[in-house]
């Protein structure tokens, strides 16, 4: 055995041909030894041997590369075998250029190892220069006690057969010839290798192995969860994971289901052919299988829906009417409804809502005084109650006074103080327990109001005969200044007062007076003769009486004031519906019939037989005189006698009839009927009308805003409208001539409650600017009630309740509210005009005592 060598070897010297040695042509070895034209190589030599070596040892030695042709050659350089390796790898040669080049042998395991070096053109021309070279195998170069024949590698003691290998480091270790990149053998690198095996220890593990799924390992190097096999994100149910079906990527929790294909794909565990999760599949009957409410299991509930499946909605269900609610305030509106078995929303369950629009107006709501709405939706705008309204009221103290039935009004400073005062009258009250229905009148100033305030309170009370039973205060109307003594005068009429120098009963009185003079005293009285009684002086409070003729005359039962000759000096129409039988008669008292022209102030009494006019009804009780009324009503400067017979036949059993005779300059008429003297006349249209019934059921005024006064008519029976509801009729001015119907009326309002039982035309209650009409309906809602229509309007039917513009109301159930209206003014000093109204069947100061109301107009 060869001794050991050192483990590194110094190079061996290179070793280049003599010079002087002949050259040697080298031939291409493709060109069978033909030389081809232009293109000439001559290697010298043309074979290297390199002799024996150690393992490990180097050696190195080189050839000339000489063009010997007569073109440039560019030659690659290649060696066949990996252990010889070349100082360059391409070379370019003009001709006649050499080239050294130069070859390196190493060799590391023992054996005879040839090559050889091989030089191409570009024409692909090769030349080759042989090459030998041995290692020697007995010898143990790196000393690791393997020799080299055994030792793959003996120039590194770390590699030898039976070392251990330190894989993925390039270098076989233990000699086994095993790719080192390849630990477990199956042919596979690992992915930082540039392979695709992700175990390098497990020859079972690679890209492309069988994988064997849910046992941890993952055989294929897929980089897969080996707990979820289909790749959808859900390991399988079977390991405890979520996905029922880890085979089908599309089957998962969370997949989109695809409903009724028989496969669940979102693992929920639902049937498939029940959407809606309802216990119902669409196979046993469900109608909607996206709404678990609509069921075949289901009952039936009120939702517009067939819930149960059977093929009806709502069905059996009972049927509920809706009324459409668009304010949202409960109540719907009437003629707007739906049937269903519930109510919808913006339906409410009521209806009866009269503005939809406004939830602040429905029924339930209460009534806001006068802001010109009907708020509770009663079909009464602005219904007020009286008791609240009013601030001032005047009641009486005695059983079935009355007060209300006679004459009421408000007038300015008739007591010659400066204020406005309230006269508020009866014919039925008492003096006292032993003194019945003497009748009498409160004068009651605005400076001393009070509310309630008492009859006995005022600034005057005024009776008739304490004899009793006199009626008097069935009338009233001050007349200015009728004497010219710089007081205002007044009339008062008892229509039940006995004529006293004849003895003749009921025949009736009205009496003259100064209430300046009489205000000196709280109580005045009309009969001299009762010293049991306080008075004032006749010739003092009391100028002037003028008595009825008849015997139940009822001289007095009704009164007006104006000027029918135009003279500037006021007149009286008197009432008498008892004379004549029956048949009633209307007097005119022109200013000379009823005043002293001669200075006397001493009280006198005259009768109606000195009376400048006098008219007679038509038939037995048709009662002419009922009501009667002065006033201008076609604008001729001339007030016209308004007188009525509400008994009258003509028209049906009680129908009634009024008569109108114009004004004129001469006044002159005695003992005519009024057929026969009047020029214009209206019958009630059925029995029991009783057109003109009540002694305030005739007014005056501008009622269309033309400045000229139109005539009202109550009818208090009329049926219209309703049984006994009342009517009012209107004409404007200038047309009441010649017979007249109801039906021909400019403006005709139907009632209900007796409307028509007293008739105002005032002036402007409302404050739009234009008249309007006052109506009372005493027995409307029980209690009551009056009405207030705003004039200006077309002609026409209206109705109330419905039509009105505002209402009041009375207290309670048979307090007649309404039973009398008044003039209008500011009664109470507050810069708004005010009206009374009557009710006497008021119990406030006792039973049917009565009571007036002052209220007041709109602001």
Not at 626 to 631: G, I, K, Q, T
């Amino acid at each position: 055995m060869r001794s050991l060598l050192p483990l590194v070897m110094p190079l061996t010297a290179l070793v280049l041909l003599p010079a002087c040695e002949p050259a040697k042509v080298s031939f291409p070895e493709d060109t069978a030894g033909q030389v081809q034209p232009g293109a000439a190589l001559e290697l010298s030599p043309s074979a290297l041997d390199f002799g024996l070596l150690l393992p490990g040892e180097v050696s190195a030695q080189a050839f000339i590369a000489r063009n010997t042709g007569d073109a440039p050659l560019v030659l690659a350089l290649v060696t066949d075998s990996d252990l010889y390796t070349l100082d360059t790898s391409t070379t370019s040669l003009e001709p006649g250029a050499e080239v050294a080049v130069t070859v390196t042998f190493r060799g590391v395991t023992a054996g005879s190892f040839a090559g050889a070096a091989i030089l191409t053109d570009e024409a692909g021309v090769t030349w080759r220069v042989s090459l030998t070279a041995a290692v020697d195998g007995n010898v143990d170069v790196d000393m690791d006690g393997v020799l080299s024949t055994e030792d793959c590698n003996d120039t590194d003691a770390t590699v030898y057969p039976g070392a251990e290998d330190a894989w993925y480091d390039g270098v076989d270790s233990d000699c086994a010839g095993n790719n080192d990149f390849d630990q477990d053998e199956d042919g596979r690198l690992r992915a930082q290798d540039g392979g695709d095996d992700c175990n390098d220890e497990d020859a079972t593990i690679y890209g492309g192995a069988t994988e064997v799924w849910y046992d941890g390992i993952d055989q294929d190097c897929a980089g897969d969860d080996d707990f979820d096999q289909d790749g959808d994100g859900a390991q399988s149910a079977d390991v405890g994971g979520t996905d029922c079906d880890d085979v089908d990527g599309t089957i998962f929790p969370g997949a989109t289901e695809t409903w009724y294909d028989g496969i669940d794909q979102d693992c929920a565990g639902d049937d498939d052919f029940d959407q809606d999760g309802d216990g119902d599949p669409v196979t046993a009957g469900d109608c909607d299988d996206t709404d678990p409410v609509l069921s075949s299991l289901a009952t039936e509930i009120c939702d517009g829906v067939d819930n149960d499946c059977d093929g009806l909605a709502d069905e059996e269900l009972p049927d509920v009417t809706s009324y459409l609610d668009a304010d949202g305030d409960g109540y719907g509106l009437a003629d707007s409804t739906m049937v269903t078995c519930t109510v919808p929303a913006g339906y409410a369950a009521r209806s009866g809502d009269c503005d939809d629009t406004n939830a602040g107006r429905s029924p339930g709501l209460t009534e806001a005084a006068y802001n010109l709405l009907d708020d509770d939706c009663d079909l009464i705008q602005d219904e007020m109650d009286a008791e609240t309204q009013s601030d001032w009221t005047i009641t009486s103290l005695r059983a079935n006074d009355g007060l209300g039935y006679g004459a009421m009004g408000i007038y300015d400073d008739l007591l010659d103080d400066g204020a406005v005062q309230v006269v508020a009258c009866s014919p039925a009250v008492d003096y006292s327990s032993t003194v019945a229905d003497v009748g009498a009148c409160a004068v009651q100033d605005s400076g001393v109001r009070g509310d309630p305030a008492s009859f006995t309170a005022g600034d005057i009370e005024i009776y008739g005969d304490s004899g009793g039973s006199d009626a008097f205060g069935a009338g009233f109307a001050s007349l200015g200044d009728v004497d010219g003594d710089g007081y205002t005068d007044v009339v008062y009429s008892s229509y039940t007062d006995n004529r006293d120098d004849v003895g003749t009963s009921a025949s009736g009185t009205v009496y003259f007076a100064s209430l300046s003079y009489a205000i000196a005293s709280r109580y005045t009285y009309l009969n001299a003769g009762s010293s049991s009684l306080a008075y004032y002086a006749y010739r003092e409070s009391w100028q002037r009486a003028v008595e009825g003729i008849a015997t139940n005359g009822n001289f007095g039962y009704a009164l007006s004031a104006g000027d029918m000759d135009a003279d500037g000096r006021s007149d009286i129409a008197v009432g008498a519906p008892g004379e004549e039988s029956g048949k009633g008669r209307t007097y005119v008292l022109l200013h000379d019939d009823y005043t002293e022209t001669d200075g006397d102030t001493t009280f006198r009494r005259t009768t109606t037989d000195n009376a400048s006019y006098d008219v007679v009804g038509m038939g037995a009780n048709d009662h002419l005189g009922y009501s009667v009324l002065l006033a201008d009503i076609n604008g001729d400067g001339y007030d016209d006698i308004i007188s009525c017979a509400p008994d009258d036949d003509d028209g049906g059993l009680d129908s009634g009839s009024c008569w109108v005779d114009l004004g004129r300059s001469s006044v002159s008429v005695s003992n005519q009927t009024v057929l026969s003297q009047m020029d214009g006349y209206v019958f009630g249209t059925a029995a029991n009308d009783q057109l003109g019934k009540t002694r305030h059921s005739l007014a005056a005024g501008d009622f269309d805003g033309d400045g000229d006064a139109e005539l009202a008519l109550g009818l208090p029976g009329y049926d219209g409208g309703g049984a006994d509801g009342g009517a009012i009729a209107i004409w404007s001015n200038g047309t009441f001539t010649g017979g007249r119907t109801i039906a021909g009326a400019t403006w005709l309002v139907l009632g209900d409650g007796a409307l028509g039982t007293a008739v105002a035309l005032p002036g402007d209650v409302d404050g739009d600017g234009t008249g309007d009409l006052l109506g009372g309906a005493p027995t409307a809602g029980g209690a009551g009630r009056v009405y207030l229509l705003s004039g200006g309007a077309a002609a026409g039917s209206w109705s109330v309740p419905g039509s009105q513009t505002g209402s009041w109301s009375g207290a309670a159930s048979g307090d007649l509210f309404g039973t009398s209206l008044s003039n209008l003014a500011d009664a109470n000093a507050d810069g708004r005009l005010d009206f009374v109204v009557g009710a006497p069947g008021s119990d406030t100061g006792a039973s049917n005592a009565g009571k007036a109301y002052v209220i007041p107009a709109y602001p």
